[in-house]
């Protein structure tokens, strides 16, 4: 009995789909009729469901296929945005590299013109740190030894490369046995001492004192440094080095040959380890540092 009931309403409801209406669109002030649709309930129907289906279609398309995905919640991670991760790590590498090489070229242009690096051309870093418990934060002895040894090492080097340049060592005379330039006069307010790592002597004098060669050689350093300041670094015959350090300006290029007694620089204060105008001066032998004032005057 129940199942014949639901019969019935089902084909009452069917036939409920095929009535038709009249859908009348009038004007609200005048009763005009502007236009009329005929439509059944089944009409209606079969019209929502396939607008219903489009606008599926659209919205899965949209989706699938558009930038539109990255939007959407657990849809960011594509191949695509892994591949605009990537190339934007490659274009900030590329940014980093071109900074580094347009600094290197300014470097060799300052060399090359004669105008290297000063102390006042780096910018200064700023201490913001605040308190009343403020430390001093310094290299380790462990540290500040190894920079030494490599210090050693590579002056040394520097020596021993000597034999194989034009400035090929012509003899192999000991310095007391040769003749030197005070690089300049005055008094030595620190003398060299090996145990202290203090491998020249410290000689004052006036700012602006022009320094001179000690002996003929090639220049084979003429830089900035950030301990040393403005320095310079001469390779001679018989294995001997110099070094002329704090210097307010230079005056010869790397490459340049100079001969003894011909000025080189200008004696200034430039460097983390200068504490007033001088010269510190290094004499180095056979790629081990030697006492300068064993064989020169000041």
Do not use: C
């Amino acid at each position: 009995m129940a199942l014949k009931i639901n019969n019935e309403r089902v084909q009452r409801w069917l036939a409920s789909l095929k009535n038709r209406y009249r859908f009348v669109v009038m004007n609200d002030e005048t009763f005009e009729e502007v236009s009329s649709y005929k439509l059944t309930l089944l009409n209606l129907y079969v019209f929502g469901s396939t607008l219903f289906v489009v606008l599926t279609m659209l919205g899965v398309f949209l989706v699938a296929f558009t930038p539109l995905k990255r939007y959407l919640p657990g849809m960011g991670v594509t191949a695509d945005s892994r591949q605009l991760f990537e190339l934007t790590s490659e274009l900030k590498q590329m940014e980093r590299d071109f900074k580094a090489q347009q600094t290197l070229i300014e470097n060799l242009q300052r060399r090359i013109s004669g105008n290297p690096l000063r102390e006042e051309d780096v910018p200064k870093i700023e201490n913001n740190t605040q308190g009343k418990d403020k430390k001093k934060i310094s290299a380790s002895e462990t540290d500040y030894q190894l920079r030494k040894e490599v210090e050693l090492e590579l002056i040394g080097a520097i020596a021993q490369k000597g034999r194989s340049n034009a400035m090929a060592v012509r003899s192999n005379v000991p310095p007391e046995n040769l003749y030197f330039v005070a690089p300049v006069n005055g008094e030595i307010s620190e003398g060299f001492d090996a145990s202290k790592m203090h491998y020249g002597v410290d000689v004052l004098a006036p700012k602006n004192t022009a320094i001179k060669a000690a002996m003929e050689g090639y220049v084979f350093m003429s830089d900035w440094t950030l301990e040393t300041g403005n320095t310079i670094g001469i390779q001679h015959d018989n294995n001997l080095v110099t070094f002329y350090k704090h210097n307010s300006s230079l005056l010869k290029k790397t490459g340049s040959f100079v001969r003894a007694g011909e000025a080189i620089a200008i004696v200034g204060n430039t460097g983390t380890l200068s504490h007033g105008p001088h010269l510190h001066f290094e004499l180095w032998y056979r790629g081990k540092p030697t006492d300068p004032t064993d064989y020169i005057t000041f």
